[in-house]
């Protein structure tokens, strides 16, 4: 058995096929671990939706800000955006049932020796910490009533620093950004939202959240996506980078939780 964590796929259907060939991914023993962002930017983020939830048995994902991003399109809280390349979910007949497993899908997920989140784990955070306030939004995202006030709120970037006396939108957007948009943070542990680039321009001022002065100290290998920028590379042994930018015209890679061993597919079906 081998459990193999892939990065951000975006739609890319044709290269997460090709990857899952050449680690010959067998579904009756292995296991996938997806950080997330499944759908958009990429051309078939119907197909990539449908394969993983044919799979879900063996198969994790946790959400990412392009997942919930959709589900929002979805629940009619806001509007389809120019750049949104997920119009063949919106008009699947099988849209709500792929929705509906999605709202299911957690934010930070672990076994004995790892743990996953799509941009990482918020410095401040203790591991107990950041499970609680993932199991406190994935309850929100599972409530009928609460659902669309949280979409309503979702977008926004404030708060930007962690504070216990948040509550409600607010508390949760704040929990959202963290898991789902984090890369870098200033001195004083306020995210930044606007760098999205590599580390050669990130301004001294701003640090990656992994190597942010004063991280609480998390034993477990923490696996996370979100930055293609960073091409996989983070320069920490227990820090893992997925996101190899596959949907910018890089190669999708898998990381074998086992071994260490990564594997990339060579192909290059899709191009931004």
């Known amino acids: 058995m081998a459990t193999w964590a892939i990065g951000d796929l975006q739609g890319c259907y044709e290269d997460f096929r090709c990857l899952l060939e050449k680690i010959r991914f067998n579904a009756d023993r292995d296991q996938l671990w997806l950080t997330g962002d499944l759908v958009n930017r990429g051309p078939a983020s119907l197909d990539t939706l449908r394969f993983c939830h044919e799979r879900r048995d063996n198969l994790i994902t946790v959400l990412g800000n392009h997942d919930l991003h959709m589900l929002a399109v979805l629940s009619g809280s806001i509007e389809f955006k120019r750049k949104d390349t997920f119009r063949d979910v919106v008009k699947a007949p099988d849209r709500d049932a792929l929705a509906e497993w999605l709202l299911t899908c957690p934010l930070l997920h672990e076994n004995t020796d790892c743990v996953m989140a799509h941009a990482g784990i918020y410095p401040l955070w203790t591991l107990e910490q950041a499970r609680t306030c993932a199991r406190e939004v994935e309850s929100v ?3 009928d009533d609460r659902r669309d006030l949280f979409f309503a ?11 216990e006396k948040l509550q409600g939108p607010e508390r949760w957007r704040t929990i959202t950004n963290f898991f789902t948009r984090m890369r870098l943070l200033d001195d004083s542990g ?3 939202l606007q760098h999205k680039e590599s580390l050669t321009t990130v301004p001294p001022h701003l640090h990656p959240w992994y190597i942010w002065p004063g991280r609480v100290d998390i034993t477990k290998k923490i696996l996370f996506g979100h930055w293609a920028a960073l091409e996989g590379r983070t320069d920490q042994d227990h820090i893992i980078a997925l996101d190899t930018g596959c ?5 999708l890679s898998a990381y ?14 899709h191009r931004r």
């Open 247 to 251: 949907v910018w015209g890089n190669r």
């Open 190 to 192: 306020h995210i930044d």
């Open 141 to 143: 995202l599972r409530d």
């Open 256 to 269: 074998c939780l086992e071994t260490g061993i990564w594997q990339a597919c060579d192909c290059h079906h």
């Open 153 to 163: 709120h979702m977008y926004g970037n404030e708060p930007s620093r962690w504070d």
